[in-house]
T-cell receptor, first 112, second 114 residues
Framework: DAKTTQPPSMDCAEGRAANLPCNHS???????VYWYRQIHSQGPQYIIH???NNETNEMASLIITEDRKSSTLILPHATLRDTAVYYC?????????????FGPGTRLSVLP | GAGVSQSPSNKVTEKGKDVELRCDPI?????LYWYRQSLGQGLEFLIY????????KSGLPSDRFSAERTGGSVSTLTIQRTQQEDSAVYLC????????????FGPGTRLLVL
C-alpha cells in the first residue's frame, strides 16, 4: 500500500501557481519524498525530491513541513502541458533495492 | 543523452501466446525496474535488478512472468501463456546506484491480449 495520501483531483488556472498537497504522516527519518508526474500515455517523469529541506529546480518547488508529515509540490506558473497525474512517493535512500510504490496520485487539470 | 527505451511500443497478442518486452536502460545505470500499469490504475512493481545481485522478484504476479537482464544492461520481460488480465502498460525504469536513486522511466509497452 502507498504510504502517502493525495487529493484525487485538482484544477488550476493557466498561469497561476498549482499547489499539490501530500500527506505522509508515517514517514521515517531516512525516507525521501519524491514527486513524479505522468502525462497521458507516457511513462512517469521525475520532478523533484527532498529529505527535509525545501527544494527547487527548473520544474517545481518542494515544500516539506518541519515535522515532515506533509509536503506540497508547487508549479509556479502552470501551463496546459502540466495537466497530468502527479504522484507523491516516500522511499528510503541508499541502495536498498526498494521499489517505488505509486498510489493513485492527484489528477491536475490546468484550465485555460 | 538517450533515455530509457522500450520496445515494442505496442503489442497485440492472442490469449495463450508468449510475449517478450524489451528495455534498454540509460547507459551506466546499474539498477533496472519493471512495473505495470493497468488502465486508470497506479503502478504495480514487478521486478528489480541491481548490478550482478540476484533480482528482487517479489512483485511478479505469477510464474508465467519472468525477466532477465543480460550483461547488466538490456532487460527482457517475458510473459508466457498470456491472459486477458495481462493487458496493461509495462513500464521500465533505471537508476544510478546513488543515495537518492531517482528512477527514470521509459515510455512503456502497451500490451493487449485478445
Amino acid at each position: 500500500d502507498a504510504k502517502t495520501t493525495q487529493p484525487p483531483s485538482m484544477d488550476c488556472a493557466e498561469g497561476r501557481a498549482a499547489n499539490l498537497p501530500c500527506n505522509h504522516s508515517t514517514i521515517s527519518g531516512n525516507e525521501y519524498v519524491y514527486w513524479y508526474r505522468q502525462i497521458h500515455s507516457q511513462g512517469p517523469q521525475y520532478i523533484i525530491h527532498g529529505l527535509k529541506n525545501n527544494e527547487t529546480n527548473e520544474m517545481a518547488s518542494l515544500i516539506i513541513t518541519e515535522d515532515r508529515k506533509s509536503s506540497t509540490l508547487i508549479l509556479p506558473h502552470a501551463t496546459l502541458r502540466d495537466t497530468a497525474v502527479y504522484y507523491c512517493i516516500v522511499r528510503l535512500g541508499g541502495n536498498y533495492g526498494q521499489n517505488f510504490v505509486f498510489g493513485p496520485g492527484t489528477r491536475l487539470s490546468v484550465l485555460p | 543523452g538517450a533515455g530509457v527505451s522500450q520496445s515494442p511500443s505496442n503489442k497485440v497478442t492472442e490469449k495463450g501466446k508468449d510475449v517478450e518486452l524489451r528495455c534498454d536502460p540509460i547507459s551506466g545505470h546499474t539498477a533496472l525496474y519493471w512495473y505495470r500499469q493497468s488502465l486508470g490504475q497506479g503502478l504495480e512493481f514487478l521486478i528489480y535488478f541491481q548490478g550482478n545481485s540476484a533480482p528482487d522478484k517479489s512483485g511478479l504476479p505469477s510464474d508465467r512472468f519472468s525477466a532477465e537482464r543480460t550483461g547488466g544492461s538490456v532487460s527482457t520481460l517475458t510473459i508466457q501463456r498470456t491472459q486477458q488480465e495481462d493487458s496493461a502498460v509495462y513500464l521500465c525504469a533505471s537508476s544510478l546506484t546513488t543515495e537518492q536513486e531517482t528512477q527514470y522511466f521509459g515510455p512503456g509497452t502497451r500490451l493487449l491480449v485478445l
